[in-house]
């Protein structure tokens, strides 16, 4: 497993685990004929028999004819055969992508250390700029972002475990206490001793109704909303919030959401087709980022991953953005149910593909 692999992409801290591409991911690689996806997997057609490289030049298959495998010897063995235009089984990685992997690997074994722009383009012989401008494009974030994001994943995952605060903002490698709290801790999305408690010490006030998509759950702190969630049933909305502050007070009120459950039940009704709720939730400057085109989305309209990472100025950055629309907390006041595929395809939705086809068939009906 690559370092890139593992962590090229952007993920929220309550995720803790990074994990390697998911098949949405990987699709949406084949579908924006991504070069930098080459080597990391092939995917390969039913109805050819063929395997090729994401970036293949070749005529795009239907998503239900493609399966994907971590390398050609995989590909083959399952009975496939190296496509002649791309040539998968003579790929060799590119050494921009080789280059940034290793990076990516020494960045997580010294997170403990000072990792300044000038001492990572010393350990693999490039000018801090051109660092910089590969390492943005490969992963989709800064470099300094990147070694941000894991030292705030580090830092909750010490939390949770129990460290104290101070030990667990050492060990995750910020240099002190005034510099995690200058820069990192509003990132966390609560303070870092309420983290450690699992959220323990807060309130969460919630209300349940019923919707043209099933039970939906709007969950709010002192500062604003931080959950809206679907299920089949009253048990798997609370179920949703519970995982997200395993040691929070908890209450249900329904008389104090009446506002925001007022707005979204408007929001069916096409009263209030963009809901403008405060918002209170955890999520990297990459996630705000992505969120806040979502929000600009007009209802019933829609657009796609890599337009989304066009518009924020990292085309390469399509995957990091689905991802980030599957780490959405709160569904409808980030209408994430609005972005797709390149080809048409709805992929996935934290709450169901068949509910994100319902929001959009329902925002259609309404926009007549």
């Known amino acids: 497993m690559s ?45 050819t028999g063929i395997y090729c490289n994401p970036s293949c030049p070749a005529k795009r298959p239907r998503r239900a004819q493609v399966l994907f495998f971590l390398s050609p010897k995989e590909a083959e063995l399952s009975g496939f055969r190296p496509c002649r235009r791309c040539r998968p089984n003579q790929n060799t990685r ?71 605060v101070t030990r667990a903002i050492y060990s995750a490698g910020f240099s002190s206490r005034s510099r995690f709290y200058e820069n990192g801790s509003h990132k966390l999305g609560m303070s870092p001793g309420v983290l450690r408690r699992g959220g323990a010490g807060m309130r969460i006030s919630y209300a349940i109704i019923s ?50 459950v007022s707005q979204i039940a408007k929001y069916f009704a096409r009263e209030e087709p963009n809901l403008d ?26 657009t796609t991953y890599s337009k989304i990472a066009g518009a924020l100025g990292q085309p390469q950055a399509a995957r990091a953005v689905a991802r980030a629309c599957a780490t959405n907390p709160v569904a409808l006041v980030v209408p994430c149910h609005r972005v797709i595929g390149e080809d048409g395809e709805l992929r996935g939705y934290r709450w169901g593909k068949e509910r994100k086809q319902q929001l959009l068939q329902l925002e259609h009906r309404n926009n007549r």
């Open 3 to 47: 370092a890139i692999e593992n962590v090229l992409k952007t993920t929220t801290l309550e995720d803790g685990d990074l994990n390697l591409l998911t098949e949405e991911e990987k699709w949406s690689a084949v579908v924006t004929r991504n070069r930098f996806s080459d080597g990391r997997f092939v995917f390969a057609v039913r109805s």
């Open 94 to 164: 590119s050494p921009q992508i080789a280059t940034i992997d290793r990076l990516c690997a020494y960045i997580m074994n010294n997170l403990d250390k000072k990792l300044t722009l000038t001492i990572l383009s010393a350990q693999v012989g490039l000018s801090p700029y051109y660092l910089q401008r590969i390492f943005k494009r490969i992963v989709g974030v800064s470099p300094r972002q990147y070694i941000e994001t894991l030292r705030l994943a580090k830092m909750k995952q010490s939390l949770l475990r129990g460290e104290t």
């Open 211 to 260: 919707s043209p998509l099933g039970r939906l759950l709007v969950g709010r702190t002192e500062f604003g909303i931080c959950a809206v969630c679907f299920g089949d049933s009253d048990e798997k909305v609370k179920t949703a919030l519970f995982e997200q502050y395993p040691s929070a007070d908890l209450q249900r009120d329904d008389g104090a959401l009446a506002d925001p």
């Open 277 to 302: 709720l405060p918002l209170d939730i955890q999520a990297t400057t990459f996630q705000r980022r992505v969120w806040a085109k979502i929000r600009s989305i007009p209802y019933g309209g829609t």
